[in-house]
């Protein structure tokens, strides 16, 4: 069984240093990223250096985390698998507990019960929320396509 993040608000947020050092570490990221560069981080403590080597998977997620960084957003990592509690998904989807209740008793995101709470798995909201913001940009396409041919642009 997946274990419950314990906060889901444990954010980084960027000092104004920080958001400079990633603005430019996110940048030569990218660029080793593009040329394919096998990449490793060196540790320096005292004279003792150590290489480390680091997936390739693992680091387009540290570009993109350097990148959120560099424009001054918090960050945090969820594993896909893990479980929230209802407050924690409703955080995430930007909407009340309640409403984010009735969503789990429509059957509209899967959930299962720990005694008498509810848990919802990471992925499943993720997937909620993508469907959900693809059926309300193609509703604003519409929109602006009805506005466009009735001349109101």
Known sequence: MNAPVNSISNFVTPTQSE???ATNSSRRLVELIQRKA?????AESGKKEELIEVPTSAIRLLSNILTEMAKGNAVTC?????????QQAADFLNVSRPYLVDLLEDG????????THRRVLFKDVLSFKTENDKLRLEALEALAKADQELGLQ
């Open 108 to 115: 509209k995101i899967p959930f299962h019960k720990v005694g």
């Open 19 to 21: 958001t400079e050092l």
């Open 78 to 86: 969820i594993p896909v698998h893990a479980e929230l509690t209802t």
């Open 38 to 42: 096998k990449l490793s981080l060196r």
